[in-house]
């Protein structure tokens, strides 16, 4: 492969907040060498515990700012409820910059606290897995893949080997997405207050406003920081299906035609276009693709179609390892979306086998567990 560094296809250069939490990501990682195996019974047990103390951590500064927060607006105008609303901006603008200037202090402190909290998780998470962050180019790609976990930024639109993977997202949804990851949090923190204002507008019922603030701050922050982990864990626990893979494709490389190379690369290339989506462990498994099978160039061109009609001409070695391949891309790509789907469905039916999509979320719940994809039988897991 020409291309040296597949963490660049990624992202060509992170900014100074992803450079930050990548070196901090570093330093929590105990990681010195990647382990393969699946995860026993107790390794499984010490992840799921991580993963509950870090979203009850969450939680908890949840509580804090939600009740200090509620707690300030109840002390400022317990007295003035009544006369506040009638009062002109001249009287209430000394409130309101101290509420908002507190909330401001607190809500940026909570923040960084969530930061910390879930970058600490994924160094342990690295440790507990065998997922090495640094010393390698792949392992510079993990890296940068759970700092922006972490951090909620979205994956960059840039081309990953000449393939853009948000070629199928209409513009004004793109824009949309990338803004709503910029904001939610503060957008969350506006919406809450403006309900509490809207809700307890009563002076009767305005003493239950810290008893409130702090449960529902308590669950959004569980509900965002596990959603975080489940991203981790799943880029934590792909590499060891991806390496399981290659070494299928390996031990059969010297038996596999350029046809069906080409369906492979330019299979899992179209997955990545119909994800919609520059999953980090789509760049490292058509890197490693492209290693594996020895092909040249940094630059993928993918026609899916032509493709698609060349696997009846295959031999029926090739189409298992083929539809292996697409099957195991599927599953690792952040959720098992429709087209995605589609794109199975097409390739079974041209190899004239019968698909059966629930295996798809048996072998997903398999990955979420750190298990091996590659069972007995797996490679006719989709198909009967």
């Given at each position: 492969m020409s291309d040296p560094s597949p963490h660049q296809a990624y992202v060509t250069e992170p900014n100074a907040v992803e450079r930050a939490a990548a070196l901090y990501l570093q330093s929590q990682s105990r990681a010195d060498e990647f382990r393969p195996h699946p995860l026993t019974p107790e390794e499984y047990r010490r992840v799921r515990r991580l993963e509950r103390q870090t979203v009850f951590w969450a939680a908890l500064a949840g509580v804090i700012s939600g009740s200090i927060l509620g707690g300030i607006e109840l002390?400022?105008?317990?007295?003035?409820?009544?006369?506040?609303?009638?009062?002109?901006?001249?009287?209430?603008?000394?409130?309101?910059?101290?509420?908002?200037?507190?909330?401001?202090?607190?809500?940026?402190?909570?923040?960084?606290?969530?930061?910390?909290?879930?970058?600490?998780?994924?160094?342990?998470?690295?440790?507990?897995?065998?997922?090495?962050?640094?010393?390698?180019?792949?392992?510079?790609?993990?890296?940068?893949?759970?700092?922006?976990?972490?951090?909620?930024?979205?994956?960059?639109?840039?081309?990953?080997?000449?393939?853009?993977?948000?070629?199928?997202?209409?513009?004004?949804?793109?824009?949309?997405?990338?803004?709503?990851?910029?904001?939610?949090?503060?957008?969350?923190?506006?919406?809450?207050?403006?309900?509490?204002?809207?809700?307890?507008?009563?002076?009767?019922?305005?003493?239950?406003?810290?008893?409130?603030?702090?449960?529902?701050?308590a669950i959004w922050n569980a509900w965002i920081t596990w959603r975080i982990l489940r991203r981790a864990r799943e880029q934590a626990f792909a590499p060891r299906a991806v390496e399981a893979l290659m070494a299928d494709i390996a031990a059969a490389r010297h038996h596999l035609g350029e046809s069906a190379r080409s369906a492979m690369v330019e299979g899992v290339g179209e997955l990545l276009i119909r994800n919609q989506d520059a999953h980090p462990t789509y760049v490292y498994l058509l890197a490693r693709l492209m290693d594996t099978l020895a092909l040249s160039g940094s630059r993928i061109t993918v026609d899916w179609p032509a493709r698609l009609r060349e696997l009846e001409k295959l031999t029926p070695e090739e189409r298992r390892l083929v539809l292996w391949a697409l099957t195991v891309a599927t599953v690792l790509g952040g959720g098992l979306r429709r087209a995605q789907r589609e794109l199975l469905e097409q390739a079974y039916a041209a190899s004239g086998e019968s698909f059966q999509p629930i295996r798809l979320t048996e072998l997903r719940g398999r990955l979420m567990r750190g298990q091996s994809l590659s069972t007995p039988n797996a490679q006719h897991a989709v198909a009967e």
């Open positions: 002390a400022f105008v317990r007295d003035q409820f009544d006369g506040l609303g009638e009062t002109d901006w001249a009287e209430r603008w000394p409130y309101w910059t101290a509420v908002l200037s507190v909330a401001a202090v607190v809500s940026l402190v909570e923040i960084a606290f969530l930061y910390w909290n879930a970058l600490r998780a994924m160094g342990a998470l690295s440790t507990l897995t065998g997922l090495p962050l640094e010393g390698g180019n792949y392992r510079m790609l993990a890296l940068r893949g759970l700092a922006r976990t972490a951090l909620e930024f979205p994956n960059p639109r840039t081309p990953v080997f000449g393939i853009d993977p948000v070629a199928l997202v209409p513009r004004w949804k793109f824009l949309a997405q990338n803004l709503l990851y910029r904001v939610k949090v503060g957008i969350s923190s506006v919406l809450l207050r403006i309900v509490f204002r809207r809700l307890l507008a009563r002076t009767a019922l305005r003493g239950i406003v810290p008893m409130v603030a702090g449960p529902l701050y």
